[in-house]
């Protein structure tokens, strides 16, 4: 597996470079937002772990670069630990965020878990199949292809999306509370994950609604948590 280091202090990069290393991991290193971009570009990356505060490209203005070609797993790293930093980050295709300074364990595990999302993208326990497609109404996944079409066109989700849109398609019309949702999708227990939670559900109605204030496919139910309709 191949995860790309993106910071502008050098001696964080290589202390994240051993911490990863020692998990069988290759790391990749760039020290701002343009190499982070120039290596996407020659490599075959499967997780980014990505600085906010960087010289030439910033860490959000070269995730939202990456997220217009490629839909792997971005955590942020940054010294920002408000709950509107996060959200922002959240809201502009992070998959996760962690804040400096960091646990090396809880650092490893996020990796770790984004990876495997990233790599079952999809699967499920005991089910599967060249040809199982969940579909609702115009709402359609392609379980094989890992990809989710709304009438007919694609639409690009990242992997934490596809896997909530999944979660919802596979149980349509069972009710999901926030915490079953994060700690099914996260395979984490949840923690005041209201705001995370959130924040994907908004990225993903704005992919798939029409009018994502009045949905047609993923639905809220007012103090329980949310479904995608059965039909």
């Not at 670069?65 to 630990?81: D, T």
Request: glycine share 6%; charged share 30%.
């Amino acid at each position: 597996m191949n995860v790309l280091v993106v910071d502008d202090d050098r001696e964080i990069v290589e202390s994240i470079a051993i911490y990863l290393s020692k998990e069988n991991l290759n790391i990749l290193k760039a020290y701002d937002g343009l190499q982070a971009l120039e290596r996407v570009a020659e490599n075959n990356i499967h997780l980014i772990l990505m600085d906010v505060m960087m010289p030439r490209l910033d860490g959000i203005k070269a995730m939202l670069r990456i997220r217009e070609q490629n839909n792997i797993p971005i955590i942020l790293v940054s010294a920002k630990s408000e709950d509107t930093d996060k959200i922002f980050g959240l809201e502009f295709g992070a998959d996760d965020y962690i804040t400096k300074p960091f646990n090396p364990l809880e650092l490893i595990a996020r990796v770790k878990s984004q990876l495997r999302r990233y790599v079952k993208l999809g699967a499920a326990e005991g089910i599967g199949g060249a040809s199982e497609r969940l579909c609702s109404g115009g709402l359609c996944l392609d379980v094989h292809q890992k990809k989710l079409t709304v009438d007919g066109e694609e639409v690009k989700l990242t992997p934490i999306e596809y896997k909530i849109v999944e979660l919802l398609l596979r149980n349509q019309g069972r009710v999901f509370s926030i915490n079953e949702i994060y700690e099914r999708v996260w395979n984490e227990p949840s923690f005041s994950p209201e705001n995370t939670v959130a924040v994907h559900i908004r990225r993903i109605r704005e992919k798939i609604e029409i009018n994502p204030r009045e949905p047609k496919y993923l639905k809220v139910v007012w103090g329980i948590g949310y479904k995608i309709e059965k039909t």
